[in-house]
């Protein structure tokens, strides 16, 4: 069985958009698995909602996954 590679709360770039600071950065919020494709809904900067494909995304920075620093 394939395990998630981001999990809830890292900061992700889609690899084919050229990221600014202000645009092309996200948080993912969910993850699903359909048959053996992984997607992962994530908040962007311009704050709408996407379905990104596994292979899609950079992983910026883990996050905290609820825990505190």
């Given at each position: ?21 202000e ?38 920075a ?8």
């Amino acid at each position: 069985m394939k395990k998630f590679r981001f999990r809830i709360g890292d900061l992700v770039r889609e690899k084919q958009y050229t990221a600014t600071e202000e645009s092309g950065y996200g948080v993912v919020t969910m993850s699903l698995k359909v048959g053996k494709m992984i997607k992962y809904r994530c908040i962007w900067s311009d704050e709408k909602e996407y379905w990104i494909k596994e292979n899609n995304l950079y992983l910026i920075a883990r996050g905290q996954s609820g825990h505190t620093s």
